[in-house]
């Protein structure tokens, strides 16, 4: 079955998102570890920490937490109509690692 052109484009969007997720992630923990060197931010430093994180850490993982969620609802919503069952495991774990980063800190803040 061949998907139509409505499809083809929510799909490349899709595929765009998932990476965009992952991309984003990767970027902002990469920044976060060598804040140091990259920012001249000295980690255990309240003031420039707070700033770091408000301003720049926090919007990027929100940014993509939303984007890994909004493709696994697209994906759940276009199931049926995307039969590629590869293409949508690989936007699945594309999306999985944001919500699980996430998932991780909410836990760890609530068992510390």
């Given at each position: ?92 774990g594309l ?18």
């Open positions: 079955m061949e998907l139509t052109q409505r499809h083809k484009k929510k799909l490349k969007w899709t595929t765009r998102m998932a990476y965009a997720s992952l991309g984003i992630l990767i970027f902002a923990l990469l920044v976060n570890e060598f804040r140091e060197p990259l920012l001249g931010i000295k980690k255990g430093y309240a003031p420039h920490n707070f700033g770091f994180n408000f301003v720049f850490f926090l919007p990027s993982m929100l940014t993509a937490i939303g984007l890994g969620f909004a493709v696994i609802g697209r994906t759940t919503k276009y199931w049926k109509a995307w039969t590629d069952f590869n293409k949508k495991l690989k936007l699945i999306s999985i690692p944001a919500i699980g980063i996430w998932l991780f800190m909410i836990i760890k803040i609530f068992i510390n």
